[in-house]
C-alpha cells in the first residue's frame, strides 16, 4: 500500500498537479492502446525534467514502490501498463518533450524522452536532415518508447533499428542517480556498452531521459511503388533483384497479404491502392536518391521491368507524386487499424532468416489450418528485414471472443515454427507481460540467467517496470 506521505512528497517535487490520484484522470494511463489489458495503480506522476524523475524515483526507492515508465501507450506487449496489484505508480515522460540541442556538422540531434516521434522526424527535416525511424504509430509514440522498445518500423532496411540510431543516453538509475552518458560519438570503446543495456530493456533497469540521435543526410527524392505478385516466395525475389538494382537506395520493402489489403479498404473505404484486381501479395517499395527524380524513377522502372519479364510481378504502380506515394504508404500503415476494427486477433512479429521466410509462411499456413481450420492470415511486415506480423483473426464462423481463447495454443503453432527456421518471437515490439513466460521456452538457462544477473545488479529491489521481460 502506498502511504499518503508518500505521495505527498511526490506532491512536493512534481506540483499537486502533476500527481495524479482521481481514477477518471488515470484511466488512460492504465489500459493499453489494443484494448486488451487494464492495470490499476496507486498514482500516475508526471515529471516535467531530468531532476524530478531521479528526485521521485528515490523515493520510490526508498520505499519500495514499483515504477511503470510510460510514452505515448502505444506499445503492442503490455509494457507500458501496470499489472492489477494496484502497488504501482506511472511515470509518464510526456512533459520532457523538449528537444535540447542540434549539432548538423556531428549530424545529431539531443532529445528528451518524452518528444513525440514525429516532432523530432519533422524538427530534424526543417533542418535538412533525416531522423529516419518511421511506423504507423509515430504521430503519439515517444523516443523513450522507441527507445526501450528498440522500435523497428518500415526504414530498419537502410537505417537500422532504434539501437542503430541512438548514440548517448540520460539515465535515471533504480535507486535515483542520473547516468550522464549523452555522448555524441560514432566511436567509444571504453566497456561495457551501457547504452545498449538500457536500450530494449523496456523500462526493466532504469529510466531513459534523454538521447543523442543520429541525423542523416536527407535523401533528394523518395520514389515508391506498390506490386502485385503471386507468392511470397516473388517476394523475395523481388527483393534480391532490388537489391542487385537499388542497393543501398532501397529504404523500404514490405509485404501485404491481400487478405491485410482487404481489412484496410473493407474498414477504411476511402483507401485505395489503383489496382485493377486483386493479387495474393503485394510488395511497397521505397527507393531514396541523392541524385534526382529521374533518376530513381529510371531506377524503379527498370526494376519493375526486369521483375514483370522475370514473371516475378504481375502488375505496378509506380507513384507519379508524393501524394499518391503518400496514399500508397497510408494503405501499408492502416493495416493494424483496420484489423483492430475488424476484432480482436491474435498478433505475432516473428523474425526469420530472410532466406526462410516464403518457407516459414507455407508451413506455419499449413500447421495453422490444420488445428484451427478457416482461420484467417493477416500477413504482413518488413519482409526486407525478414520481421513478419503474422497476425490470426477468426473464422469467418467463430466470435472473435472464442477464438482468442485459443491464443497460447496458436503462439506455440506461430512461436515454436519461427524458432524451428532459426527465428525470434518478437523482433521489434518486444516482450512486455504479453511475451514474458513465452520467452523462457526459448531462451536457454544460461542466456536467461545472464539477463536476470544484469537485472539484480542494476535493479536488486525489481522495482522497475516488474513483471515485463523476465
Ligand atoms: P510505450 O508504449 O509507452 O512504452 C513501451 C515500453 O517502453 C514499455 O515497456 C515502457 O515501460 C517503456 N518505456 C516508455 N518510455 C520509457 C522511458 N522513457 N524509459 C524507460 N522505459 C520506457 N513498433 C515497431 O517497432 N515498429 C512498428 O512498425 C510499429 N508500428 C506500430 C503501429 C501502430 C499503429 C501501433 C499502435 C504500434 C506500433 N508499434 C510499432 C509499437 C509501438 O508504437 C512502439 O513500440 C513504440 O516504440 C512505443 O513507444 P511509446 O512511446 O508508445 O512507448
Ligand atoms: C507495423 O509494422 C506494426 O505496422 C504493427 O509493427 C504490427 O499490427 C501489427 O501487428
Ligand atoms: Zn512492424
Not at 27 to 50: E, I, K, M, Q
Not at 132 to 149: K, R, Y
Not at 394 to 399: C, S, T, Y
Request: glycine share 8%.
Amino acid at each position: 500500500m502506498i502511504s499518503p506521505e508518500f505521495l505527498n512528497a511526490c506532491r512536493d517535487i512534481l506540483g499537486a498537479g502533476q500527481v495524479i490520484t482521481d481514477p477518471e484522470d488515470m484511466a488512460a494511463y492504465l489500459t493499453d492502446w489494443r484494448g486488451r489489458f487494464t492495470g490499476s495503480a496507486a498514482a500516475v506522476l508526471r515529471p516535467a525534467d531530468t531532476q524530478q524523475v531521479a528526485a521521485v524515483i528515490a523515493l520510490c526507492a526508498a520505499a519500495k514502490v514499483p515504477v511503470v515508465p510510460q510514452g505515448g501507450n502505444t506499445g503492442l506487449v503490455l509494457g507500458s501498463v501496470p499489472d492489477r496489484t494496484g502497488n504501482a505508480v506511472v511515470l509518464s515522460m510526456k512533459r520532457m518533450n523538449r528537444i535540447r540541442s542540434m549539432d548538423l556538422v556531428n549530424n545529431t540531434i539531443t532529445v528528451e524522452a518524452g518528444c513525440i516521434l514525429e516532432t523530432v522526424q519533422d524538427t530534424a527535416s526543417e533542418a535538412g536532415r533525416l531522423f529516419p525511424l518511421s511506423l504507423a504509430a509515430e504521430g503519439s509514440c515517444t523516443i523513450g518508447g522507441n527507445l526501450a522498445t528498440n522500435a523497428g518500423g518500415t526504414a530498419v532496411l537502410r537505417y537500422g533499428s532504434m539501437r542503430d540510431l541512438c548514440l548517448g543516453l540520460e539515465v535515471v538509475t533504480a535507486d535515483g542517480k542520473v547516468w550522464e552518458g549523452l555522448r555524441g560519438l560514432r566511436k567509444d570503446n571504453t566497456g561495457y556498452d551501457l547504452r545498449n543495456l538500457f536500450i530494449g530493456a523496456e523500462g526493466t533497469l532504469g529510466i531513459i531521459t534523454a538521447a543523442v540521435l543520429k541525423l542523416f543526410p536527407q535523401p533528394k527524392v523518395q520514389v515508391t511503388a506498390m506490386v502485385g505478385l503471386n507468392t511470397p516466395e516473388d517476394a523475395l525475389r523481388l527483393l534480391t533483384m532490388a537489391q542487385a538494382t537499388c542497393a543501398a537506395s532501397l529504404t523500404g520493402f514490405e509485404l501485404m497479404s491481400q487478405f491485410s489489403l482487404a481489412l484496410v479498404t473493407k474498414h477504411f473505404p476511402q483507401m485505395r491502392t489503383g489496382f485493377a484486381q486483386a493479387y495474393p501479395q503485394y510488395v511497397l517499395l521505397e527507393i531514396s536518391d541523392s541524385e534526382s527524380e529521374e533518376h530513381a524513377t529510371a531506377m524503379l522502372e527498370a526494376l519493375v521491368a526486369e521483375a514483370m519479364e522475370s514473371e516475378v510481378l504481375c502488375d505496378a504502380i509506380v507513384a507519379s507524386s508524393i501524394a499518391q506515394s503518400k496514399a500508397l504508404w497510408s494503405v501499408r500503415e492502416h493495416i493494424t487499424l483496420a484489423q483492430a476494427a475488424e476484432g480482436k486477433h491474435v498478433k505475432h512479429d516473428v523474425s526469420v532468416p530472410i532466406s526462410s521466410i516464403a518457407e516459414f509462411i507455407d508451413k506455419t499456413d499449413a500447421l495453422l489450418q490444420e488445428a484451427f481450420p478457416g482461420c484467417r492470415m493477416v500477413t504482413f511486415g518488413h519482409l526486407g528485414d525478414g520481421n513478419l506480423h503474422y497476425n490470426v483473426s477468426a473464422p469467418e464462423d467463430l466470435a472473435d471472443e472464442a477464438f482468442i481463447t485459443h491464443q497460447d495454443a496458436i503462439n506455440r503453432i506461430v512461436h515454436d515454427s519461427s524458432v524451428r527456421f532459426g527465428g525470434s518471437i518478437s523482433a521489434e515490439h518486444g516482450l512486455g507481460m504479453l511475451k514474458r513466460d513465452e520467452i523462457r521456452r526459448y531462451k536457454s538457462d544460461v542466456e536467461l540467467g545472464l539477463m536476470l544477473a544484469i537485472k539484480n545488479a542494476l535493479d536488486p529491489d525489481r522495482l522497475m517496470n516488474p513483471g515485463k521481460v523476465l
